[in-house]
C-alpha cells in the first residue's frame, strides 16, 4: 500500500470493522515530505487490494492545529464502539503547552470523521517532565477500554496505561512497562495485545534513540488488576533498516496481523524527487511459539499475487560460482529457496543485479556466525549498509529463505517466521538479475520456487 500521493509514514487505525480491512496512515496529502499531518485512509477486503478513500482527518481545531512546525493528527489506533467506527489519535502543536493530546474522531458511516467536543479527551500527560505522550492504542477487554500511550521518562521509554468505560472519561493507571535502561529514552506507537491464550501478551514499540535497533517486542503475561506487563523476552520484530511504527489488527478468523512503514525517519528518500513518499510493509501474521518468540509471517492471501511458477531442485553451487536458474529475474518476484549449506562457509542468492555484474545486493548465510546478512551497499541510489539477523539452521540442518521483492522493496523471512528483514533498495531498472552462490565450500540449492508477481492494476 502506498500514497495515492504526497508523504506517508506510520499505519494507524488498523481495524477488521464490519467485513473490512481498514488502513489509516500518517499522511500529508499536499507535499512529499513531513508536513501538517492527516490521515490517509485506505480499504480492503482482502489485505492484498486496497482501495484509496477519502482523507479521513485533516488538522483543524487548537488541539491539532499550528502556526507551523510539527502539527497535525499524529498517529493513534481505531476501534469498534457499539458500530461505530472511533479513532484515537494524538493531536500534536510544536509549542503549545501541553504539546500533546489524545483525541477522537467518530464516524457514522466510516468514510467521513467528526471531531466530538469533549476532545481532547486526555487533556495533558500524567506529568510534564516527559518526552513525548503520543500514539495511543486501545482495545477493550469485558467492559474496559485500555489504552497504551508512548511515553519518555527520566531517560527511559514507556508504555503507560489509561482505562475507561466510554472513551471519554480516562484514568491514569500508570506504565505497564519502561526500559531496562537499553531500550530507548521514549517508546513511540506502542502496541499492546493479547496473543494465544488470554495472559499471554505482547508489547510492539518503537523506541527512539537506541542506537542500533528501531523496533522491539516484549512478550509475557499483562496482569490487568495490577496494570503490570511481567516481560519473559524481548527480540526485534524486523531485522531490516526500513520497518518502523508497526501496528496490529485483530481480525474475525482471529488472526493478528501487523502492518509497519516501511521506510525509517532520516533515510535518504528518492521517490520524494516524484511527489510522493512511502510505503507499508506486506501484512504479517503474528504467532506466539512456545519458547515465548514471537513469529511473523506473510499472511495467506498474498498467494493470490503468485503468477507464473518457476521451479528447481537440487542444484549444486560449487565454491566461488555464481548460478543463476532459467526464468528466475526481475524485480516482482516472490521466491522460496531452500539450501543446505554443507561444507560452505557462505551461502545464498543476489538480487538486483545489473548486467555487467557490478550492482547487485545480496543475502548471504554466514555459517559459522548462524548469521543471514542482507547487503545493499552496491545496489543502490538509496541507502547501502548490511543489515544481519541470527539464524539458526532447521531442523534438518537446511535454511529457507523466503523473499518478495517488489522494485525498491525487499522483503525476506527466514526460521520459520523468526526472522523478518525488511529493506528498501533503490536501484536500476535493468538491474534484473538473481544468481545463487556458495563461497568456502560447496553448497546445495535443495529446492527453489518461484513466482513473479501478478500485477494488482
Ligand atoms: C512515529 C511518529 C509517531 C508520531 C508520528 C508523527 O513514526 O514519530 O510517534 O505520532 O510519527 O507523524
Redesign the pocket.
Known amino acids: 500500500m502506498m500514497p495515492p500521493a504526497g508523504w506517508m509514514?506510520?499505519p494507524?487505525g488498523l481495524i477488521h470493522f464490519q467485513g473490512v480491512y481498514h488502513l489509516f496512515y500518517?499522511h500529508d496529502p499536499y507535499q512529499s515530505k513531513?508536513g501538517p499531518?492527516h490521515w490517509g485512509h485506505a480499504t480492503s477486503r482482502d489485505l492484498v487490494h486496497w482501495e484509496h478513500q477519502p482523507v479521513a482527518l485533516a488538522p483543524s481545531e487548537g488541539y491539532d492545529c499550528g502556526p507551523s512546525g510539527?502539527q497535525?493528527c499524529?498517529?493513534?489506533s481505531a476501534v469498534d464502539d457499539n458500530g461505530k467506527l472511533t479513532l484515537i489519535?494524538?493531536g500534536?502543536v510544536d509549542g503549545r503547552t501541553p504539546e500533546e493530546a489524545q483525541c477522537l474522531a467518530v464516524s457514522d458511516d466510516g468514510v467521513t470523521f467528526h471531531k466530538p467536543d469533549d476532545n481532547p479527551v486526555i487533556g495533558d500527560s500524567p506529568d510534564r517532565e516527559r518526552f513525548?505522550f503520543?500514539?495511543p492504542k486501545v482495545w477493550k477487554r469485558g467492559d474496559r477500554w485500555h489504552m497504551v500511550v508512548?511515553y519518555g521518562k527520566d531517560g527511559r521509554g514507556q508504555a503507560i496505561l489509561y482505562t475507561s468505560s466510554d472513551l471519554r472519561k480516562w484514568e491514569y493507571r500508570g506504565p505497564v512497562l519502561e526500559s531496562d535502561g537499553t531500550m530507548g529514552d521514549?517508546w513511540?506507537?506502542p502496541d499492546l495485545f493479547p496473543i494465544v491464550e488470554e495472559d499471554n501478551h505482547a508489547l510492539i514499540i518503537?523506541p527512539?534513540n537506541t542506537g542500533s535497533y528501531k523496533n522491539l517486542y516484549v512478550t509475557g503475561t499483562f496482569d490487568y488488576e495490577g496494570c503490570v506487563f511481567h516481560r519473559k523476552l524481548a527480540d526485534q520484530i524486523d531485522y531490516g533498516f526500513d520497518f518502523?511504527?508497526p501496528q496490529t489488527l485483530l481480525d474475525d478468523q482471529g488472526r493478528r496481523i501487523m502492518i509497519a512503514?516501511m521506510n525509517i525517519?532520516g533515510a535518504k528518500m528518492p521517490e520524494q524527487a516524484h511527489g510522493w513518499y512511502g510505503a507499508m510493509t506486506l501484512p504479517r501474521e503474528l504467532t506466539l511459539a512456545e519458547d515465548g518468540t514471537l513469529r511473523s509471517r506473510p499472511v495467506k492471501e498474498l498467494e493470490t499475487l503468485r503468477g507464473e511458477k518457476l521451479s528447481a531442485a537440487g542444484i549444486t553451487l560449487a565454491d566461488g560460482s555464481l548460478q543463476s536458474v532459467s526464468g528466475v529475474e526481475g524485480q516482482s518476484i516472490e521466491l522460496i529457496a531452500r539450501f543446505d549449506p554443507e561444507g560452505a562457509s557462505e551461502v545464498g542468492l543476489r538480487i538486483f543485479g545489473s548486467p555487467d555484474g557490478k550492482a547487485f545486493a545480496e543475502i548471504r548465510y554466514t555459517a559459522d556466525e548462524g548469521k543471514l546478512s542482507m547487503d545493499r551497499t552496491l545496489a543502490t541510489e538509496g541507502d547501502g549498509g548490511v543489515s544481519a539477523a541470527p539464524l539458526a539452521l532447521l531442523e534438518d540442518g537446511t535454511i529457507e529463505l523466503r523473499l518478495f521483492l517488489d522494485r525498491s522493496s525487499v522483503e525476506l523471512f527466514a526460521g520459520e517466521g523468526r526472522v523478518a528483514m525488511t529493506n528498501r533498495i533503490y536501484c536500476a531498472r535493468e538491474q534484473t538479475g538473481i544468481a545463487f552462490f556458495a563461497r568456502g565450500g560447496n553448497a546445495r540449492l535443495v529446492s527453489l520456487d518461484a513466482w513473479k508477481l501478478r500485477s494488482i492494476w
Request: some cysteine; glycine content about 18%.
Open positions: 509514514n506510520d494507524n500518517q513531513q499531518m510539527g497535525g499524529w498517529s493513534g489519535y494524538t500534536h513525548g503520543r500514539d508512548g521514549m513511540e506507537c518503537s527512539m518502523y511504527a512503514w525517519w
